[in-house]
């Protein structure tokens, strides 16, 4: 009796890629209406007299390059005792690289300044294709420079208590603390570690621990291709 063997042999399809096809990927991701706290108000406790804040993040490789950049932002709900263009809103961007010493924002890669005029928008999209932007490292931090100008400055009304909260008709304010737009978010997603820094007055940044440790990253994504 003759034995037959049977070889089954398997074809393993993989999906083909195109010559100069590249791979997208969001980083910083987080749920857009679990927002809950923004940075960049001024308080009767803690006035806000950074520069910029600066968002790090990480990429799966080197040379990356930058897409674009979504922002969570505060609208201001209380009213201005001043007439001015709510409108509009101005601010930069910034890109840097990572310090290697002090694994906060190191070299500036890229800088753009920012016109926003949809003052109903919670969301600023920036789109940064036509920069073509490098990242050089696998971390990197995108920063917002508060332009600090009366068309960007917001003055939050404030009773003899430090109530902040809208004032009522009868009710009038002891000062008025001023501030600039825009007001970043935080995310509400934590992560291991604070990703969060600031530009002092003295043009040294530090970690912005104020939300810390609940709160690690600002409401700051990006979108990169490789």
Do not use: C
């Amino acid at each position: 009796m003759t034995q037959l063997s049977l070889i089954a042999f398997v074809i393993i399809a993989f999906p083909a890629l195109s010559l100069g096809q590249t791979k997208k990927q969001s980083l910083n991701d987080f749920g857009k209406d679990e927002i809950y706290y923004y940075t960049g108000i001024s308080s009767s406790t803690a006035k806000f007299d950074y520069l910029q804040i600066a968002q790090r993040l990480e990429t799966p490789v080197v040379n990356a390059v930058l897409n674009s950049v979504e922002i969570s932002r505060m609208m201001p709900y209380y009213q201005d005792v001043r007439i001015i263009n709510f409108d509009v809103t101005t601010f930069k961007i910034n890109i840097f690289n990572t310090d290697p010493i002090t694994n906060g924002p190191g070299k500036v890669i890229k800088t753009a300044e920012i016109l926003i005029k949809d003052k109903r928008s919670r969301t600023i999209t920036v789109n940064l294709d036509k920069y073509k932007i490098k990242i050089p490292g696998k971390s990197f931090f995108i920063s917002i420079e508060f332009i600090r100008d009366k068309v960007n400055e917001r003055l939050t009304p404030m009773t003899l208590d430090g109530n902040v909260e809208p004032l009522s008709v009868d009710l009038k304010p002891h000062q008025f603390i001023g501030s600039y737009q825009p007001y970043v978010g935080m995310s509400p997603i934590k992560g291991k570690q604070i990703n969060t820094w600031a530009l002092t007055q003295y043009n040294k940044w530090v970690i912005y621990d104020y939300f810390a440790p609940d709160y690690t990253d600002f409401a700051i994504s990006a979108v990169i291709s490789y």
